[in-house]
């Protein structure tokens, strides 16, 4: 399986696409590699508007509506849709990676069913963990086929021949970056919640104008030896006065 997929880059065709695609394109991509967990909702649910809005632009007229109509209709039922069905679409995705690993690491297992379920369950309890690796993913390849057209519309450089020719360097050099955008947006997330905190808890409070002045310090402790000093002191005292 190979991630950057030449049938998809010659199918662009880079050389005829408009510059600014792919710009937007590596920018989008960057944006989710770095806050894609963060604003994941947002991401789903227009990924899902347009993708619903494409569907029914190209297949509203085989079951008898206009094509605006049946696009603009689909895109917002999904779209309304869309938070719902974030539990069942992250249900596949584990369900799909688990497949595709088994398959790699264990091609003799003949249990994709229960590969499936078990993948499912797996992505379905770590929500956080999951959103935060596909969209790590989605913005690494999505910023790495924006570069290979970049590449040949401005470098003159195959991006098809290069690839077909580097496609086990390229899913490496993908999985590698997805890695690094999970550690990066967990550094990020964590750093934001801290962040309120430690300007809070950074300082004295403010003295209000009408406080009175602050209460002294309290005694230091007085060590051991000289309670038990004092203790003894104090009886022979006593004893002084009973036994003049």
């Known amino acids: 399986m ?41 991401w789903l649910s227009l990924g899902l508007t347009v993708a619903a809005g494409f569907f029914g632009l190209v297949y509203g007229p085989a079951y008898g509506l206009q094509p605006l109509v049946a696009g603009l209709l689909l895109a917002i039922a999904v779209g309304a849709l869309a938070l719902a069905l974030v539990r069942v679409l992250l249900f596949v995705a584990g369900g799909v990676v688990a497949l595709g690993l088994v398959g790699a690491l264990a091609p003799s297992w003949e249990e994709p069913l229960a590969c499936f379920l078990a993948g499912g369950l ?28 970049l590449l040949e519309r401005f470098a003159r450089v195959d991006s098809v021949g290069l690839a077909s020719r580097n496609g086990p360097l390229l899913n490496w050099g993908c999985a590698s970056f997805t890695v690094l955008g999970v550690l990066v947006q967990l550094l990020l997330e964590r750093r934001r919640q801290k962040g309120p905190g430690e300007n809070k808890g950074s300082g ?38 009973l036994f003049p």
């Open 2 to 42: 190979e991630l950057l997929s030449p049938d998809v880059l010659a199918d662009a065709q880079p050389k005829q696409l408009a510059p600014l695609i792919p710009v937007v394109g590596l920018m989008l991509g960057v944006v989710l590699w770095l806050y894609g967990a963060r604003g994941h909702r947002f």
């Open 204 to 241: 004295p409070p403010p003295a209000s104008p009408h406080a009175g002045p602050p209460p002294p310090p309290p005694p230091p402790p007085v060590p051991l030896w000289k309670k038990a000093l004092l203790l003894l002191q104090r009886g022979a005292q006593a004893l002084q006065r």
């Open 122 to 149: 797996v992505g379905g309890l770590l929500y956080g963990f999951w959103v935060t690796v596909l969209t790590s993913l989605a913005g690494t390849l999505l910023a790495g086929y924006a570069i290979l057209c």
